[in-house]
């Protein structure tokens, strides 16, 4: 099973020349977007005392082992350590050593956001299960997602990585009931509440190895030729790892600069004024390879700390900056090589996905201090609208191109400036899977935001359309469920009944269709307020068949038929008479569950009679299916055969072979039970000839209109 990334972190990457490895041909989207490994290509120096205790910990006795109990869940191995210690980096070391030990994958989650919040656990579930292929409820709450989240795992050997943990209670939920499968958990401190977990805690790299990695970002010469003063350069980092990555970095963009110079700016003691935490040598490094920087990559830099999720390619760089897109892309390599930006994902084939960039979580608090500092507030906001306007032309290119063959939206794709463009719809879904979590993050920030709800509303329409497009609406509902709720607080907070009501029924589907019905019964009432408090008859209605069909589904049949009624009395005074077929069809089938086949045959032969206003013929054909089952079900075969051979004729007349089969089977039915066995037979030998033109597959019997 292929390494799996939910959502990954650490303090810095390795220089553009060093780029990670393309995804291998072959791999479907999803996959792709899944399958680079965090730590790929990047330096790794000493640590090997811990690696060597982390893994005896693996098969070291638990507290159960020794007292006799069979151990209850997975093995939790924990490394803590400040940020910038170069935890993440151990732990993906690690993994990369176990890979081999635990086939059914490795799965990575980052529990900290860019903004330093905790990600909420049923997030976190989500994206795991989606990453293992197990399906995820749309609108499940935590204990369910955590509960088959551990069900997916069980009797499976995999390694769960889990990053930047705020505390126990975001590990715990999590950890699978599979003693086979190994949780390495990466936190500040130590994990209070998590049973047996084996800490390691780190400090600063022993000097020979942070030696190492800075001469790996500086270059061999200057750090070979000036061994003392490259110690002096650690001392001065205290050998944090990411402290040692920017001020390699300072020097391999400074050739004129000595290593000398670089213990000597460490050594100045921060301007007056400067906050307690501007001495730690984390601060200080940052503050050289800052100050180095041009005042369009620094403007750049800080301006990244709206980027969602951390995470940015050039199309965000520009769009923050206002600047032109191959400055963007020349500002982001260049960031990188300097240690301050992480490449995350590489380039896509052919150049088509752009490279994109994280912000190191440990550098994430500086870089948003430094534009709380550098920005006015007016010029921040006009900046994350830049990006969110630019990510919804993005959106809607992604969606378009699915739809090419219509003239006019290929003249608008033609309209958009080349670089929103997608060259077919294969890399359209490759750029939305890759950027998915970026572009929910941006939806709820911008939600969250509260000044740019008009831009919100927009994103989270684009980002709804797209998501549907590609994946189809089973395959998106997860996400799908969130955006409607986005939706939905955002009309709630700007008054807006219509928009309100269109939230609620979207929620109301989807919980639904996850066998939700009492949930969805309350969000389509709800719904129903909203709608008539905005006037809008098409929304009144279709919330009123909602109901309906709630209640349908709760088996409460006499209410199912009020709704419906209600729905239907809106329709016919609209003269909407597809709608009306359906709303017939749908009382005949509440009518015929609770015995009424009096008011049933009356509804499907009204749906029979609306339907051939419309010329619908194949719902014609359905509706005096229904018509000939409720006459059967009242004990008048006769009536019901007459109906039956009228049904099968109008199949023929609408040349759908698969519904002809199913009306001539439920008719040999009939023959066979009015004693015409050789009549049932010729039915039956009719409908095995249209089902092997067809391809064998019979349509649904009966069935609304």
């Known amino acids: 099973m292929a390494e799996r990334t939910v959502e990954t972190g650490g303090p810095a990457a390795a220089p553009p020349e060093r780029r990670l490895p393309a995804p291998a041909p072959g791999m479907s989207p999803r996959q792709t977007a899944a399958a680079v490994p965090a730590s790929a290509d990047r330096p790794f120096v000493g640590r090997q005392r811990e690696l060597k205790e982390l893994r005896a910990d693996i098969i070291r006795a638990g507290l159960d082992t020794l007292s006799g ?6 093995r939790v191995l924990l490394i803590a350590g400040r940020p910038g210690s170069g935890r993440t980096a151990l732990a993906e070391r690690l993994a990369g050593q176990l890979t081999r030990e635990y086939p059914d994958g490795v799965l990575r989650a980052r529990l900290t956001g860019a903004d330093g919040s905790p990600v909420p656990t049923e997030r976190t579930a989500r994206a795991l299960l989606a990453a293992l292929g197990a399906p995820v409820p749309a609108g499940a709450e935590e204990d369910e997602l955590t509960a088959a989240l551990r069900a997916a795992l069980n009797g499976k050997r ?3 990585l889990l990053d930047d943990a705020a505390g ?6 999590l950890l699978p009931d599979e003693p086979e499968c190994l949780v390495v958990a990466v936190s500040r401190g130590p994990l209070t509440g998590v049973p047996d977990v084996r800490p390691c805690a780190l400090g600063g790299l022993d000097k020979a190895a942070a030696v190492d990695l800075l001469e790996w970002y500086a270059g061999p010469t200057r750090i070979t030729c000036d061994p003392v003063a490259a110690g002096a350069v650690v001392e001065e980092c205290g050998g944090q790892p990411a402290a040692l990555v920017l001020v390699g970095g300072w020097l391999a963009a400074h050739s004129k600069m000595s290593v000398v110079d670089a213990a000597k700016r460490l050594r100045e003691p921060p301007p007056a004024g400067r906050p307690e935490s501007a001495a730690r040598p984390l601060a200080r490094a940052f503050s050289l390879a800052y100050e180095a920087l041009s005042p369009t990559a620094a403007r750049i830099l800080h301006l990244l700390a709206l980027a969602p999720a951390g995470l940015a390619d050039a199309h965000v760089a520009s769009a923050l900056a206002g600047c032109s897109l191959t400055t963007a892309q020349s500002v982001l390599e260049d960031l990188t090589a300097r240690g301050l930006l992480r490449l995350e994902a590489p380039e896509g084939e052919g150049g088509v996905l752009p490279a994109q960039y994280r912000v190191p979580g440990c550098l994430a608090p500086i870089f948003t201090a430094l534009l709380q500092a550098q920005e006015r507030p007016a010029e921040t906001e006009l900046a994350r609208a830049r990006m969110l306007e630019r ?3 993005q959106l809607y290119s992604c ?7 219509d003239p006019a939206v290929r003249r608008r794709i033609e309209q958009l400036p080349r670089p929103l463009r997608f060259p077919s719809a294969r890399a359209a879904e490759e750029w939305l899977l890759a950027r998915l979590p970026a572009l929910l993050a941006a939806a709820r920030l911008a939600v969250e935001d509260g000044r740019l709800d008009t831009l919100a509303r927009r994103l989270v329409s684009a980002l709804t359309r797209a998501l549907t497009a590609h994946l189809g609406p089973e395959a998106a509902a997860p996400e799908l469920y969130g955006l409607h709720q986005l939706v939905l607080d955002v009309a709630r907070r700007c008054e807006m009944p219509l928009e309100k009501a269109a939230a609620l029924l979207n929620l109301g589907d989807l919980d639904a269709r996850a066998g939700r019905t009492a949930e969805a019964l309350e969000r389509y009432r709800q719904a129903l307020d909203s ?5 809008d008859p098409y929304a ?5 068949e909602s109901v309906g069909a709630a209640h349908q589904e709760l088996g409460d049949w006499q209410r199912a038929a009020d709704w419906y009624r209600r729905g239907l009395e809106l329709r016919l005074t609209r003269g909407e008479l597809a709608d009306e077929a359906r709303l017939y069809g749908r009382l005949g089938a509440v009518h015929a569950y609770a015995g009424q086949l009096t008011e049933a045959l009356r509804d499907w032969r009204a749906a029979a009679a609306a339907c051939r206003r419309l010329r619908d013929v194949p719902g014609h054909a359905r509706a005096l299916s229904e018509v000939a089952r409720v006459l059967e079900h009242a004990g008048r075969p006769r009536e019901a055969l007459r109906t039956y051979q009228e049904a099968v004729e109008c199949a ?8 002809e089969a199913a009306l001539r089977l439920r008719l040999a039915d009939v023959l066979e039970w009015a004693g015409d066995v050789p009549g049932a037979g010729a039915q039956r030998q009719a409908a095995e000839q249209l089902l092997d033109r067809a391809g064998r597959a019979p349509s649904q019997d009966g069935g609304s209109p």
Do not use: H, I
Not at 540 to 544: I, Q, T, Y
Not at 652 to 659: K, N, P, S, T
């Open 69 to 74: 109990r069979k151990q209850p869940c997975s």
């Open 158 to 160: 995999a390694l769960l």
């Open 168 to 173: 126990a209670e975001q590990v715990d939920p």
């Open 391 to 393: 990510t919804v032309r």
């Open 399 to 405: 969606r378009a191109v699915t739809e090419r063959d």
């Open 531 to 535: 709608a008539r408090e905005a006037g």
């Open 540 to 544: 009144v209605s279709r919330a009123l």
């Open 652 to 659: 023929q007349q609408a040349g759908d072979a698969r519904l």
